[in-house]
């Protein structure tokens, strides 16, 4: 079974950095799809970020050009490199893994972790 950690989070100024790690462990061999979810208070889970075998990475729009997801596939590892950081980023971001080799956006990932938050502040 997969066990999905992440790690990173705090507050932050607006237009501030962060980023984020997770690991994803309990597998031999690749964990083929892996992703970044956050969800704020009266919001519903959104997709931040993800990447897969096979269509590579896709992103919110909301985050275009200011988030990057990165892999390090040796340990099961993706990151989350947040920049210029807004108040409408603040969430409980959430990693989450899958050994599909692509999770279709109307698809759920199997494995998750337990959150940390992040809070932006002006």
């Known amino acids: 079974e997969v066990q999905v950690a992440e790690s990173g989070g705090g507050s932050v100024q607006a237009g501030g950095s962060l980023r984020l790690s997770c690991v994803a462990s309990?597998?031999?061999?690749?964990?083929?799809?892996m992703a970044w979810f956050r969800q704020a208070p009266g919001k519903e889970r959104e997709e931040v970020a993800s990447?897969?075998?096979?269509?590579?990475?896709r992103y919110a729009n909301s985050v275009k050009g200011r988030f990057t997801i990165s892999r390090d596939n040796a340990m099961n590892a993706v990151y989350l490199q947040m920049n210029d950081l807004k108040p409408a980023d603040t969430a409980m971001y959430y990693c989450?893994?899958?050994?599909?080799?692509?999770?279709?956006?109307?698809?759920?990932?199997?494995?998750w972790g337990q959150g940390t938050q992040v809070t932006v502040s002006t």
């Open positions: 989450a893994a899958d050994l599909r080799p692509w999770v279709s956006p109307n698809d759920r990932f199997t494995y």
């Open positions: 309990g597998h031999t061999g690749n964990v083929p799809s």
């Open positions: 990447t897969n075998e096979v269509r590579g990475t």
